[in-house]
């Protein structure tokens, strides 16, 4: 892993497509939850995980990219605010690749397959391993209620007391 010095442009790149993505998914995802109708229900669902099929390999890219690129040093003002600010970020990448696996991961324990917008199905026979298929499910729902929606709370706040303070560029000056 190298240790750059600011982010390339892949990575805004990246960054704002995972935002567009991430958002897109969770308001899929509560509206299936909430939806005022059974049908109206199903078929956000089977949207929110179609969708996913691709926020998968996305995520995947990123996360791999960003692995490979590194971090560039964190530009808090603090000690603090510069750990808090690397813990959010983090936190937010590890609880967006057990998102993308937790998801297809409940639904393959239950013998399901995955129906990409009705152009192919995606499939992996693991029904033998049903006893994943609760842990998965609360693990996938509990990220997407709770914990993502915090951590994009409080990406966001840093990142609007940096633009803010002027102590730091937005992301988009950092390329």
């Known amino acids: 892993m190298k240790t750059p010095r600011n982010y390339s442009g892949i990575s805004t790149l990246n960054h704002w497509i995972t935002a567009l993505l991430v958002i897109t998914m969770l308001v899929l995802g509560f509206v299936a939850a909430y939806a005022p109708g059974e049908n109206t229900g199903r078929y956000v669902m089977s949207v929110h995980i179609a969708l996913g099929f691709f926020v998968f390999w996305f995520i995947l890219w990123r996360m791999t990219y960003r692995l ?5 040093p964190n530009q808090g003002r603090t000690r603090l605010e510069s750990q808090v600010a690397y813990c959010v970020q983090v936190a937010m990448l590890f609880a967006l690749v057990l998102q993308v ?3 297809p991961l409940y639904i393959f324990t239950e013998g399901e397959a995955i129906n990409v917008f009705g152009w192919f199905r995606v499939a992996l026979p693991l029904e033998s391993l049903e006893v994943l298929h ?6 996938h ?8 929606p915090t951590l994009i709370a409080l990406h966001f706040l840093g990142a609007a007391k940096h633009y803010l ?3 730091q560029e937005t992301p988009a000056d950092l390329s």
């Open 134 to 139: 609760e842990p998965a499910e609360t693990a």
């Open 68 to 72: 490979y690129e590194g971090f560039p």
């Open 101 to 103: 696996i937790t998801g």
């Open 165 to 167: 303070t002027k102590r």
């Open 141 to 148: 729902i509990m990220l997407g209620i709770y914990v993502l």
